[in-house]
């Protein structure tokens, strides 16, 4: 991972930090609200045994990857924090 330099000519700490951690909460939100979404049996077995697999294998998909972005976040917040 590539984490920014904190230096004078650039963003302040502060401000990296401030703008990570609202990234970060908004992506624990959305995860929250992605959860909530989950697919359901009851909404694809009309399409037959292969459709709620399929679903559920891209919904899990989606969620890898807003997760990552959670944890790319969390980790810059963390790295500027320990400096």
């Known amino acids: 991972m590539t984490y ?3 230096h004078r000519n650039g963003t302040g ?15 624990v939100e959305a995860l929250g609200a992605m959860e909530a979404a989950a ?3 009851r909404d694809y077995y009309p399409q037959g045994a292969a459709a709620l ?5 891209e919904y899990n998909q989606h969620i ?9 976040f969390l980790a810059l917040h963390v790295h500027v ?3």
């Open 81 to 83: 924090d320990s400096l």
């Open 64 to 72: 890898s990857a807003v997760r990552a972005a959670r944890n790319y």
């Open 4 to 6: 920014p330099t904190i």
């Open 53 to 57: 697999r399929e679903a559920v294998t």
């Open 13 to 27: 700490a502060e401000a990296l930090q401030e703008q990570w951690r609202e990234a970060h909460s908004k992506l």
């Open 39 to 41: 697919p359901n049996g």
